[in-house]
């Protein structure tokens, strides 16, 4: 029979190594059920996701050297339209048309179009100049002129002012520096009204000479799509029509009836009639500007052909659409990659061999000349 004192031995023993076996068992179970160990478990190898190509940047160059750029929008425009704010819906794809024909050159990603600001017509008539020519498929001079547009033959009588005259400017449908609309004339410096930039769209639209033949019944009673059926919604019944200029009045007439107004400026009858009307003088935007060239040319796609080179300046590069700007390498950089492509001359070469363990080997060693 154990004594006293051997019994209590063992079972110390067992009351310490009970606990340690059953916490041993209890975490192997646990690392078991969680798949952590697995002493049957078979590793399988970590498959790799997919490769999902990224889309092609889209890239304007010249294919003369010059470093592709391309800018589909500016940054506020994109701005503005991640956020839905309260953005007329055609401008983004004003501006962006603007871009890919040459109209808009902005310097890069980050610059920004603000168009909030007002519009001057020199700037307005460079916009509209560089659509006329993409329409036309005719170069701008490089000074930023005119296109190159052939014109009639002046009349016998001389008198290119006459409206029958095929030389008047109007019939030449380019916006003049000193643009004479109706009775009311604009210079290059003016900001731009509401009305002011309806009138220059109807005559980029070539219905200058209807407007000017309207009756004032006639633009009074004025209706989106001249229809007879709505009344209700005459020019007549803008909220503020006696605010209208009367020499501006048979361009917004012929504007509203083609909804050129209401793209524009974003209005809808409602707000015309009733809520807040047109604001005829109020200052028009670049934002507005932009989107009533969209409206007026948007089937041109393509930009205006370059101008030919100069025979003085055969090398020049021209700027693709897209960027502000030119760009032409160095002198310098041109010149060392000319030398480093050019052939070493054969009194400068010298045929050296070598000999070693591992048999002989002959090569071209290049040498100062003298």
Known sequence: MPSLTHQLTLTSRQTLIHPFVSGLVLILGM?????CFNPFQQDKPVKEPPLIP??????VSSGKGQPPLFVGTYADIAKLREQ?????????T????????GALKPNGPLDQFHPEKPIDLKLFRAWATAFQAAEAGVPIPPDGGNPVIVTPTPPSNGKVDDLSSPMNPQKLELIAPDMQ????????????SREALCSLGIFLAKKYTEALSLSPQALEA?????????????????KDYAAISAWAKPFVAIAYRDALLQKAFHLNTNQLTIEEGFKPTQQATR???????????????????????????????????????TYSPSESTSTGQAASKAPLPLASQQTVQQIGPQGSQRFQKSVAAH
């Open 84 to 92: 839905g704010g309260a953005m007329n819906p055609l401008l983004f």
């Open 287 to 325: 934002a507005e500007a932009i989107v009533l060239l969209h409206v007026i040319f948007g089937n041109v796609n393509s930009p205006a052909p370059s101008s030919p080179e100069t025979p003085d300046a055969p090398n020049t590069l021209k700027r693709p659409t897209g960027m502000k700007g």
């Open 94 to 101: 004003a501006v962006s048309q603007a871009i890919r024909i």
């Open 54 to 59: 990224a889309p092609p940047a889209a890239e």
């Open 181 to 192: 609309l109706g009775t009311h004339r604009i210079a290059d410096a003016d900001k731009l």
């Open 31 to 35: 690392l078991s059920l969680a798949g």
């Open 222 to 238: 004025m209706t989106p799509g001249a229809t007879e059926t709505n009344g209700d919604e005459a020019l007549s019944l803008f």
